[in-house]
């Protein structure tokens, strides 16, 4: 296969999940639907096979890096969350109760917010509506950057979103949390006026997630597990911050990302500290991403010339 360096980088992070996953699932006994995690496997190698067709037959790189880029999304969005899950049960205490002391001293509390925010119904089913644009704006922008020809953009962003990922899994595993919705009761009055994405009841599920594990996975029922920090924060930032380097066309991004924020706390059930922690790590890992893109595009650089020259003679 003929991948550019970014998505060698990414093919190798994939990889490397997908051997963690396979030996996790043998030690742990965890049963998996093979059919269902098969049929998006299958789906994501589609994509890679299209990109390798439009690159190798019909030397079309737009398309190329663009379906290739969809393939590694999925195949990486696959192991991770497969990955994630192999994590349970926890080993370390939840931290949810620090999380909260940490909102009362920035003067937030959760509960009384959301209370507060069923007051307007309308209001929020438009945060859920805007809350439910999370992973297809991820897709929109795929699209956006790899037809538009802007391959290293497309490559950070891409970069961005796999080392924010890890990142956030790490950062959950050492430090748990299910969100405020795991330890707040919300009257019923109020989860009826606004129904929430992760209300109380999201957040029992997780709890006993966390306590017992998983004993099958599949991906018809597969739940956003992290907590701190929010991972959804992550992929807001990423669409806001990259599409508005391609100009104007960012700015509707940044305005349903600005909106993203409320709406992660109240339908996505986090704490202000999620958030916070969430633009952190996406801070961390855009540097991070476009660190490794430069050494690797000098890398490349470097072995370009080599290779034109060929084998020195005899």
Known sequence: MAFLPAERFISLIIATLALLDACLLLLKGVGIDVAGYASLVACGAFLLALGQFYRAVRRNERI???????????????AGSIFNY?????????IDPLLARFDAALGFDWPAFVTWASHFPRAGMLLQMVYATSLPQLAVILLVLGLGGRIRLLHHFLMTGVIGALTAIICWFFFPSFGPASIYALPADVTQRVPLAAGPDYGAQLVQLGRNGAAYLTPRNALGLIGFPSF????????????????????????????????????????LADVLGGLLVFGVAY????????????????IEPKAQLGPLPS
Not at 64 to 74: C, E, I
Not at 289 to 297: G, S, T, V, Y
């Open 64 to 78: 190329a890096v663009t379906a290739t880029a969809a393939g590694l999304f999925v195949l990486f969005t696959i």
């Open 86 to 94: 192999l994590l349970l049960p926890l080993r370390l205490s939840p």
């Open 232 to 271: 959804h924060t992550v992929m807001a930032a990423m669409s806001a911050s990259f599409m508005l380097r391609c100009g104007a066309l960012g700015l509707p991004f940044l305005l349903l990302n600005v909106l993203m924020m409320p709406a992660i706390i109240i339908q996505g059930g986090h704490n």
């Open 287 to 302: 540097a991070i991403a476009l660190a490794a893109l430069r050494q690797l595009e000098r890398r490349r650089a470097n």
